[in-house]
């Protein structure tokens, strides 16, 4: 058996899912580097989102295996940020914008005092252009304020993949452009697995652009 890739941080196997006997993802393989800037896109209900749930192990697949490495050895976890779709989170709950990005660092190993914490807190609401909003409840934020948020607790803990899903969607044409700056350097330090509808405005940064058609992953 040829040896793994020590690039390699993802892979998924001959991944198929079903639900309630209809027929989801087949036969679908992947593998991320650690360097990679992976960008998915598809048809709305295709099964973009339930690939990132996958590769995320959040749910388990009908057949195939989503296997995690560190420097070419099968390990349990990775350190990942997860941006969802912004649908998928209630705004009403009531939570500030400080404790939703202080959040990203509950499953950190980064070793910070609290007031090392809120100092990265404050960077990060500063760097999506949210100073000053700390104490808002997110209940109060637009559309792509909400969105730039959870991209910042996405990211606060600096990890080794950052998963996103729709992270263009809600935002606004004047912030977009520093969104993209962002990624651009987040690309650097980390893998990045993305669904958008809009991969053209990625296409730069991207080191490989997928689709999902017929419950399969094309390049």
Do not use: W
Request: proline residues 5%.
């Amino acid at each position: 058996m040829p040896s793994l890739d020590k690039n390699i941080i993802v892979s998924l196997s001959d991944v198929s899912l079903s639900y309630e006997q209809r027929q989801v993802l087949q036969h679908v393989d992947l593998t991320v580097g650690a360097r990679d800037f992976v960008v998915i896109t598809g048809a709305n209900g295709g099964g973009k989102t339930t690939l990132l749930r996958l590769l995320l192990k959040l749910i388990k697949p009908t057949t195939g295996v989503v296997k995690y490495y560190q420097s070419g050895a099968e390990v349990d976890a990775l350190h990942i940020g997860y941006l969802p779709q912004k649908n998928m989170i209630d705004s009403r709950f009531p939570v500030t914008l400080e404790e939703v990005v202080a959040s990203g660092l509950y499953t950190s190993s980064l070793p910070l005092s609290k007031t090392e914490k809120r100092n990265k807190v404050e960077q990060l609401l500063a760097l999506i252009g949210l100073e000053g909003f700390a104490h808002r409840p997110i209940g109060e934020l637009s559309g792509g304020g909400l969105q730039r948020t959870l991209l910042a607790r996405a990211i606060i803990s600096q990890p080794q993949l950052l998963v996103l899903d729709e992270p263009l969607s809600y935002i606004d044409e004047t912030f977009a452009p520093r969104i993209y700056e962002m990624l651009a350097q987040l690309a650097q330090d980390c893998a990045i697995v993305m669904v958008t509808h809009q991969p053209d405005k990625v296409a730069g940064l991207a080191t490989r652009i997928l689709k999902i058609a017929n419950q399969s992953l094309l390049e």
